[in-house]
């Protein structure tokens, strides 16, 4: 089991390209999820998937598009990159909890630090 | 709403000495609750969970969390550190309810002294 794997781990963009980051699971786990991390300020929900075709917003969701055709694959579009989306991004999947909609603990990826310039 | 708060930005103690990081949450229900390490450069990963039963439970690492519903709290500890315990640690609050979002606490760094 490779649990969750990001691509890639670090990328400068200049400010207006566009990129995708890259998340995959073998976990079968139905729900994942897009974070960012910035310095003292924990971790942002940008958006999630409860399954395969299915997303919606996360707290901070501008600037940002996901998509989720398969279970295993939640790729993250960054389309005008600005210097504020300067971060380090988290990919995260986790089963079901007891309840439609809920979930249980979460297991990270490694990270792709991005920066914006 | 659910929230998380971890009153301690950065902690410093000496190894060998024991740990308590402190965590307090609101929740309307029973919360499920955890405890996720970073180390430097490093996604999270999951130390411990609270989700019913023995209010204290056991993690990896030596780590342990007691849940107390009359303080809102789910206080880490570890009995005596080691210098590869120095990371960052986040606490976490989720819920059975549907539409539940597991939430973070900006997280506490933990410095070791030698």
């Known amino acids: 089991n490779a649990g969750v794997t990001q691509t890639p781990k670090f990328r400068i963009l200049k400010i207006g390209q566009s990129m995708t980051l890259q998340c995959t699971q073998d976990?079968?786990?139905?729900?994942m999820y897009w974070y960012r991390q910035d310095p003292g300020m924990g971790l942002k929900l940008i958006y999630y998937?409860?399954?395969?075709?299915?997303?919606d917003k996360g707290e901070v969701p501008n600037g940002y598009n996901v998509s989720r055709s398969t279970t295993e694959d939640f790729p993250l579009r960054l389309e005008l990159a600005a210097p504020s989306q300067t971060s380090v991004y988290f990919c995260?999947?986790?089963?079901?909890?007891?309840?439609?909609?809920?979930?249980?603990?979460?297991?990270f990826g490694p990270g792709t630090r991005l920066t914006v310039t | 709403a659910q929230s998380v708060t971890q009153p301690d930005i950065h902690i410093t103690v000496s190894e060998g000495a024991s740990l308590e990081l402190r965590c307090n949450y609101s929740?309307?229900?029973?919360?499920?609750l955890f405890w996720y390490v970073q180390s430097p450069g490093q996604g999270l990963q999951l130390l411990l969970k609270?989700?019913?039963?023995?209010?204290l439970v056991q993690g990896i690492k030596g780590f342990e969390a007691e849940f107390k519903r009359s303080q809102s709290s789910f206080n880490l500890r570890k009995p005596s550190v080691h210098w590869s315990d120095a990371a960052e640690y986040f606490c976490?609050?989720?819920?059975?309810?549907?539409?539940?979002?597991?939430?973070f606490g900006k997280g506490t760094r933990l410095h070791i002294l030698p």
């Open positions: 976490a609050v989720g819920g059975m309810n549907r539409d539940d979002k597991i939430i």
């Open positions: 998937s409860v399954g395969a075709g299915i997303t």
């Open positions: 609270y989700f019913s039963g023995d209010t």
């Open positions: 929740y309307g229900a029973t919360p499920y």
């Open positions: 976990m079968n786990h139905n729900y």
């Open positions: 995260a999947s986790s089963p079901p909890g007891l309840r439609i909609g809920s979930s249980y603990e979460q297991y």
